[in-house]
């Protein structure tokens, strides 16, 4: 497939990413033609727009991290909301697209909403992002000032949290040790299921 950008067709191939000078306005119309479809991926930095066309392997990747991460929070007991495909767009600042976000200390604050208000409404307790392609930088989430960012990078955990103006590398505020946790159902994943990966978990906790 090549890559396409035309007022009447977007495409890109399976793990290209490709890097486009456009302000606010070029954005929101890029966005407009996509419509409902979630590839390619789009986000705004200044005056800079990215698209991005996932592989295979983000997607098992990133559903991976998600059902760990919701079997920890129903292994704690814990209340908490997810949303995935969203957009998260500051007007003329900032538009990016989680792999998944979740509302675990202010869920009650979105509950029920169907869109969130990103100038008013509280950001998600917890984001996560899955880098294939080198496609994420942490800082994309400062203007939203998102208190837990998950990168998965070379099948790598980084947990990073906001500290002041900046994110730092640190363990995570609600799951301990989880970079391994993380690190051993990637490893059954690949060899396995990811049924198996999230059973061994399950089995982990007991």
């Known amino acids: 497939m090549d890559t396409v950008i035309t007022p009447e067709r977007i495409e890109l191939p399976p793990g290209a990413v490709l890097k486009l000078l456009g302000?606010?306005?070029?954005?929101?119309?890029?966005?407009?033609?996509?419509?409902?479809?979630?590839?390619?991926?789009?986000?705004?930095?200044?005056?800079?727009?990215l698209l991005m066309a996932p592989l295979p392997e983000h997607g098992k990747k990133a559903s991976l991290l998600a059902l760990i991460v919701t079997t920890l929070l129903d292994y704690l007991n814990r209340i908490y909301d997810s949303f995935t495909p969203i957009t998260m767009s500051l007007p003329e600042i900032s538009g990016i697209e989680p792999d998944y976000c979740f509302y675990i200390e202010n869920w009650q604050q979105v509950q029920g909403k169907d869109r969130i208000d990103w100038q008013n409404d509280p950001p998600p307790d917890l984001a996560i992002e899955v880098d294939v392609?080198?496609?994420?930088?942490?800082?994309?989430?400062?203007?939203?000032?998102?208190?837990e960012v998950w990168l998965l990078k070379n099948n790598q955990l980084l947990v990073?949290?906001?500290?002041?103006?900046?994110y730092a590398l640190a363990e995570s505020s609600y799951f301990p040790n989880v970079s391994e946790i993380v690190r051993q159902c990637l490893l059954i994943a690949s060899e396995q299921t990811t049924s198996e990966a999230i059973r061994w978990l399950k089995n982990f906790l007991q």
């Open 160 to 166: 990073y949290r906001l500290q002041g103006e900046s």
């Open 23 to 49: 302000n606010w306005q070029d954005y929101q119309r890029l966005q407009r033609q996509l419509g409902d479809r979630t590839i390619p991926r789009i986000k705004y930095r200044h005056n800079e727009i």
């Open 133 to 147: 392609t080198s496609y994420t930088d942490i800082n994309d989430y400062l203007p939203y000032r998102v208190p």
